[in-house]
């Protein structure tokens, strides 16, 4: 079956430093990829979107690309903020299976000032 | 517009009680999805409604949970009995389409301790 899998946590920062959180999937046909962003007590939020291979997802400074020769869809970020921490999770949303999607375990992210 | 509406926000009961969460989703969403997270892994699925019916119920442990979403707007996802093991956030979530490219809205979920 499907599966995604994320770089283990947790990931601490300094402010404007560079960041790159690992994440690769494994599925059958070509699936949609997404990584969502979770603060404290919310709900997860959509952060960005690729939706097939090379495309390029990106959103708030963050940027992913759509690898589908290593099956892999890295998350990064240039200059994180104390305001960026929380914990991420990479998705895949697969044309069957009625549109379900598979969700990694995340990684959760410091930001020191 | 309105976010997916979930409650309550927070439930503690002893194992063997029953709880019931309530989710209401953003207007217009035929496809809802109830997940549970436990603390320190991704959201696992439930089950997922298209409209009233059910989708995809083969997560869904149906000795103990059940779920419904009646006139294919809000819906109910119910345990009983709980176990220790229930102890988790339940995530709503609401789609408009089936369509692979859209991700989903979240609730804010219920974080239910069962002790």
């Known amino acids: 079956g499907d599966s995604v899998t994320q770089m283990e946590g947790p990931v601490t920062l300094s402010e404007e430093a560079f960041l790159t959180i690992n994440c690769t999937y494994t599925a059958t046909g070509y699936p949609s990829l997404f990584w969502y962003v979770q603060y404290p007590g919310e709900g997860l939020q959509l952060l960005l979107k690729a939706t097939k291979a090379d495309d390029k997802g990106s959103n708030k400074g963050f940027e992913a690309t759509y690898r589908k020769e290593t099956t892999s869809f890295h998350l990064e970020k240039g200059s994180v903020q104390v305001s960026d921490s929380a914990v991420y999770f990479c998705a895949l949303r697969h044309n069957t299976n009625a549109g379900k999607s598979t969700f990694g375990d995340g990684t959760t992210l410091t930001v020191k000032p | ?115």
Do not use: M
């Not at chain 2, 063997?16 to 959201?43: E, K």
């Not at chain 2, 419904?68 to 609401?94: F, M, N, W």
């Not at chain 2, 089936?98 to 301790?113: E, I, K, P, Q």
């Open chain 2, 1 to 115: 517009e309105a976010g997916v509406a979930q409650s309550p926000r927070y439930k503690i009961i002893e194992k063997r009680q029953s709880v019931a969460f309530w989710c209401n989703p953003i207007s217009g969403h035929a496809t809802l999805y109830w997940y549970q997270q436990i603390l320190g892994q991704g959201p696992k699925l439930l089950i997922q409604f298209q409209n009233n019916g059910v989708v995809d119920d083969s997560q869904l442990p149906k000795d103990r949970f059940s779920a419904e979403r009646l006139k294919g707007v809000d819906s109910t996802l119910k345990i009983q009995p709980a176990k220790l093991e229930d102890s988790a956030v339940y995530l709503c979530a609401s789609s408009a389409l089936r369509d692979r490219a859209n991700g989903y809205t979240f609730g804010s979920g219920t974080r239910l301790t069962v002790v």
